[in-house]
Protein backbone atom coordinates (compact mmCIF):
# COMPACT_ATOMS: atom_id res chain seq x y z
CA UNK A 1 0.00 0.00 0.00
CA UNK A 2 1.55 3.09 -0.81
CA UNK A 3 1.68 6.03 1.71
CA UNK A 4 -1.02 8.46 2.95
CA UNK A 5 -0.16 11.94 1.46
CA UNK A 6 -1.30 13.15 4.66
CA UNK A 7 1.55 11.93 6.89
CA UNK A 8 4.20 12.78 4.27
CA UNK A 9 3.51 16.65 5.60
CA UNK A 10 6.52 17.66 7.67
CA UNK A 11 4.02 19.15 10.39
CA UNK A 12 3.16 16.14 11.30
CA UNK A 13 6.02 14.88 13.00
CA UNK A 14 5.98 11.35 14.92
CA UNK A 15 2.93 9.93 13.42
CA UNK A 16 4.53 7.10 11.94
CA UNK A 17 2.50 4.74 14.56
CA UNK A 18 -0.82 5.91 12.66
CA UNK A 19 0.32 5.05 9.72
CA UNK A 20 1.50 1.58 10.22
CA UNK A 21 -1.40 1.06 12.11
CA UNK A 22 -3.77 2.38 9.17
CA UNK A 23 -1.67 0.26 6.57
CA UNK A 24 -1.76 -3.02 8.65
CA UNK A 25 -5.65 -2.36 8.96
CA UNK A 26 -5.77 -2.18 4.68
CA UNK A 27 -3.77 -4.87 4.64
CA UNK A 28 -6.07 -7.14 6.59
CA UNK A 29 -9.10 -5.47 5.14
CA UNK A 30 -7.76 -6.38 1.81
CA UNK A 31 -7.50 -9.96 2.04
CA UNK A 32 -10.58 -11.60 2.45
CA UNK A 33 -9.93 -15.10 3.36
CA UNK A 34 -11.52 -16.36 5.82
CA UNK A 35 -15.29 -14.26 5.70
CA UNK A 36 -16.51 -13.21 9.11
CA UNK A 37 -19.48 -11.90 10.57
CA UNK A 38 -19.47 -9.52 13.61
CA UNK A 39 -22.30 -9.52 15.50
CA UNK A 40 -24.12 -7.43 18.73
CA UNK A 41 -25.38 -10.38 20.78
CA UNK A 42 -26.31 -8.15 23.79
CA UNK A 43 -25.84 -4.51 25.08
CA UNK A 44 -22.70 -5.99 26.44
CA UNK A 45 -21.41 -9.09 24.29
CA UNK A 46 -19.74 -9.53 20.90
CA UNK A 47 -19.41 -12.44 18.58
CA UNK A 48 -17.38 -12.73 15.62
CA UNK A 49 -18.21 -15.66 13.29
CA UNK A 50 -15.33 -16.94 11.09
CA UNK A 51 -16.70 -19.28 8.00
CA UNK A 52 -13.97 -22.29 8.33
CA UNK A 53 -15.46 -25.08 6.58
CA UNK A 54 -12.71 -28.03 5.83
CA UNK A 55 -10.65 -27.14 8.91
CA UNK A 56 -10.97 -29.24 12.11
CA UNK A 57 -10.48 -28.23 16.48
CA UNK A 58 -6.83 -29.55 15.92
CA UNK A 59 -6.33 -27.25 12.46
CA UNK A 60 -7.37 -23.71 14.67
CA UNK A 61 -5.83 -21.25 16.97
CA UNK A 62 -7.62 -18.68 18.79
CA UNK A 63 -5.20 -16.31 20.96
CA UNK A 64 -5.02 -13.10 22.12
CA UNK A 65 -1.87 -11.25 21.88
CA UNK A 66 -1.94 -7.81 23.56
CA UNK A 67 -4.72 -5.83 22.38
CA UNK A 68 -5.60 -8.34 19.79
CA UNK A 69 -7.49 -11.31 19.31
CA UNK A 70 -5.38 -13.63 16.35
CA UNK A 71 -7.22 -16.45 14.68
CA UNK A 72 -5.49 -18.75 13.12
CA UNK A 73 -5.55 -21.86 10.71
CA UNK A 74 -3.68 -24.07 9.19
CA UNK A 75 -4.80 -27.07 7.18
CA UNK A 76 -3.07 -30.56 8.22
CA UNK A 77 -4.45 -32.59 5.80
CA UNK A 78 -1.79 -34.30 3.91
CA UNK A 79 -2.42 -33.06 0.35
CA UNK A 80 0.04 -35.41 -1.57
CA UNK A 81 -2.25 -38.19 -1.49
CA UNK A 82 -4.95 -36.20 -2.91
CA UNK A 83 -5.63 -35.55 -6.98
CA UNK A 84 -8.18 -32.96 -7.84
CA UNK A 85 -9.81 -32.56 -10.73
CA UNK A 86 -11.41 -29.36 -9.84
CA UNK A 87 -10.67 -27.38 -6.51
CA UNK A 88 -12.92 -24.70 -5.49
CA UNK A 89 -12.63 -25.12 -1.72
CA UNK A 90 -10.32 -23.28 -0.25
CA UNK A 91 -7.93 -24.87 2.31
CA UNK A 92 -5.39 -22.57 2.89
CA UNK A 93 -3.69 -21.43 5.45
CA UNK A 94 -4.99 -18.00 7.45
CA UNK A 95 -4.21 -15.27 9.98
CA UNK A 96 -7.17 -13.08 11.12
CA UNK A 97 -6.74 -10.22 13.38
CA UNK A 98 -9.38 -7.99 15.51
CA UNK A 99 -8.39 -4.98 17.44
CA UNK A 100 -9.52 -5.81 20.89
CA UNK A 101 -10.81 -2.16 22.70
CA UNK A 102 -9.80 -1.48 26.30
CA UNK A 103 -11.89 -4.15 28.63
CA UNK A 104 -13.47 -6.04 25.76
CA UNK A 105 -12.97 -9.52 27.14
CA UNK A 106 -12.69 -13.07 25.22
CA UNK A 107 -15.30 -15.76 26.35
CA UNK A 108 -15.91 -18.99 24.61
CA UNK A 109 -14.67 -20.26 21.32
CA UNK A 110 -16.52 -23.02 19.88
CA UNK A 111 -16.95 -24.51 16.26
CA UNK A 112 -20.47 -25.58 14.93
CA UNK A 113 -21.12 -26.82 11.10
CA UNK A 114 -17.25 -25.15 9.94
CA UNK A 115 -18.58 -21.88 11.84
CA UNK A 116 -15.94 -20.53 14.02
CA UNK A 117 -17.93 -18.52 16.84
CA UNK A 118 -16.01 -16.41 19.13
CA UNK A 119 -17.84 -14.68 22.37
CA UNK A 120 -16.76 -11.07 23.73
CA UNK A 121 -18.02 -9.72 26.42
CA UNK A 122 -17.39 -6.02 27.90
CA UNK A 123 -18.96 -6.14 31.20
CA UNK A 124 -20.48 -2.66 32.00
CA UNK A 125 -18.51 -1.83 35.20
CA UNK A 126 -20.90 -1.21 37.75
CA UNK A 127 -20.29 2.36 39.89
CA UNK A 128 -18.24 1.72 43.01
CA UNK A 129 -19.24 3.91 46.15
CA UNK A 130 -17.56 3.52 48.97
CA UNK A 131 -18.06 6.03 52.17
CA UNK A 132 -14.92 6.76 53.77
CA UNK A 133 -15.10 7.66 57.44
CA UNK A 134 -14.22 10.71 58.59
CA UNK A 135 -11.87 11.33 61.96
CA UNK A 136 -12.38 13.60 64.70
CA UNK A 137 -8.99 14.87 65.59
CA UNK A 138 -7.98 16.77 68.60
CA UNK A 139 -6.13 19.30 67.77
CA UNK A 140 -2.27 19.30 68.85
CA UNK A 141 -1.95 23.40 69.63
CA UNK A 142 -5.71 23.61 71.23
CA UNK A 143 -4.29 20.44 74.08
CA UNK A 144 -0.77 22.09 74.89
CA UNK A 145 -1.62 26.06 75.05
CA UNK A 146 -2.33 27.13 78.27
CA UNK A 147 -5.53 28.74 79.37
CA UNK A 148 -3.94 31.91 80.85
CA UNK A 149 -7.36 34.18 82.17
CA UNK A 150 -6.58 38.02 82.66
CA UNK A 151 -8.71 39.88 85.15
CA UNK A 152 -9.83 42.92 82.89
CA UNK A 153 -9.28 45.15 86.44
CA UNK A 154 -5.27 44.40 87.25
CA UNK A 155 -3.13 46.01 85.65
CA UNK A 156 -0.84 45.26 82.73
CA UNK A 157 2.79 44.64 83.30
Do not use: C, W
Amino acid sequence: MSRLPVFDNPLLLGFDHFERVLDRVAKSSAEGYPPYNIEQVSEEELRITLAVAGFSMDDLEVTTEDNQLVIRGRNSEDEATRIYLHRGIAARQFQRSFVLAEGIEVGAARLEDGLLHIDLARPIPEPEVRKIKIEKVQSAAKNSAKTIELDPESPKN
